[in-house]
């Protein structure tokens, strides 16, 4: 039986996704649409595949979208996550499953009694971070309470890199993913649990300070709180514990250098700003107060004290901020990114106490087939496959912390090099 798959956005993360579902296409009988703005880049990433089709249409474009949804079996979202919910009226509509990479919100959430009545499967947080730290860190906790475990506490640490051997500017920073989420990262600010303790942290004191995490064989690297970590205690199944924190990873330089840009107001996306006639010296101006010898040369890197106008397309701070990454901390062509994920927990059995650390590291092979895209893209395909072969048989919304879906996820995951090295010691 043939079997249609819709992919809806052909971007940075998308790459080895294509390459996934192609590779995978004779053998299990799929048909592949692939739809994106730019028509030239969904050609260039299918090349002159049978299994394919590249086509291009505006996703507002409703008749057209919900005549490509209906024709699918299976819908993967990797649109910005503010189009997500166009494609998950249009799959609810069609009576198709879909899956994406992004977090749940109150409007997916408002749909899981209609998803369980049709009988469809809306799966989200399937790619990294969300997705590989959900389904990694509930295998060791399923693994633990088999035991008799009790969690004490947990850390899930998870950022993306750049490779040791291509870090070449004072940022220690390249981007691999969406430049849009870079520069309004943390800015939703942060919940978690530590010591018994709720902790709230408002989006000017996240990089503020932040506490460092060692991982063999690479540089010190340092971390922020990641949004809101306590809905995920009862996902988890995890109440007991006295600690619960999901971070971000970066190399120090870059938290300390993103604290005063921040601070400085320098990623704001509310507030219009007038470009006429601004340069870039003129709008960082509030950045000079910030400025010593210690982190000069990062902020001249970015080149935000020349007399250079900035785009006249520019509505916001954010806007102008987000010209300078994407050009001044590119990936190169021959770049590799890196990423990494750490867990750490530490749990109980009986009168004893044990810790455990679960590291993973993937480097891309360049700035294409890069591990951002390798590690978002791979758990969407495998999880598509498993549904169209009713491996995965659920409906509802659902992330992948049930041990149907992430355990036969992560043996495959593991065929393609993502393998968590794990160690647990007692505690004395």
């Known amino acids: 039986m043939m079997h249609k798959i819709l992919l809806l956005g052909a971007g940075k993360s998308a790459t080895l996704l294509i390459d996934y579902l192609i590779s995978n296409a004779e053998k299990e009988n799929w048909i592949v649409t692939i739809v994106d703005a730019d028509i030239h880049l969904v050609k260039m990433k299918t090349g002159n595949s049978p299994h394919a089709v590249a086509a291009s249409f505006d996703i507002h474009n409703g008749e057209e979208l919900y005549r490509q949804v209906s024709a699918a079996d299976i819908v993967i979202s990797m649109l910005p996550p503010t189009l997500h919910l166009i494609a998950a009226r249009a799959c609810l509509a069609c009576g198709r499953h879909m899956l994406t990479a992004s977090y749940v919100d ?84 942060a919940l978690y649990k530590e010591q018994g303790q709720i902790i709230r942290k408002d989006y000017p004191a996240i990089f ?170 791979l758990p969407l395909g495998i999880a598509a496959k498993l549904i169209l072969r009713g491996t995965i048989r659920k409906s509802g919304l659902y992330i992948p912390v049930d041990k149907e879906i992430y355990g036969p996820v992560l043996e495959e995951l593991e065929l393609h090099g993502i393998t968590f090295r794990e160690t647990t010691s007692p505690i004395p």
């Open 208 to 377: 503020h300070e932040c506490k460092t995490l060692a991982v063999e064989g690479l540089p010190l690297m340092a971390w922020y709180p990641n949004r809101d970590s306590l809905e995920y205690i009862p996902l988890y199944g995890v109440d007991e514990a006295r600690t619960f924190v999901r971070t971000t990873l970066r190399y120090e330089s870059f938290c300390r250098g993103w604290d005063l840009i921040v601070r400085a107001g320098l990623t704001d996306e509310k507030i219009a700003v007038d470009t006429r006639h601004l340069t870039y010296r003129q709008w960082s101006a509030p950045l000079l107060p910030f400025i010593d010898d210690s982190n000069r040369k990062q902020f001249e890197f970015l080149d935000l004290f020349t007399d250079t106008p900035v785009p006249a397309s520019a509505k916001t701070a954010a806007d102008i901020l987000q010209e300078l990454v994407e050009r001044k901390l590119q990936l190169k062509k021959g770049d590799k990114d890196m990423i990494v994920m750490v867990h750490e927990f530490t749990y109980a059995l009986g009168e004893k106490k044990y810790g455990v650390s679960s590291t993973l590291v993937v480097k891309g092979e360049d700035s294409i087939k890069t591990a951002m895209a390798k590690t978002v893209g």
């Open 106 to 189: 109150e409007h997916f959430r408002a749909m899981q009694t209609s998803l369980e009545e049709k009988g469809i499967l809306f799966l989200c947080e399937m790619g990294l971070d969300p997705g590989i730290d959900h389904m990694s860190a509930m295998r060791i906790i399923d693994t633990i309470k088999d035991k008799g475990g009790r969690i004490d506490s947990f850390y899930s640490h998870c950022g993306g890199l750049v490779a040791p051997e291509d870090d070449d500017n004072p940022w220690h920073y390249k981007i691999s993913w969406n430049p849009r989420n870079i520069i309004r990262a943390g800015s939703a600010g």
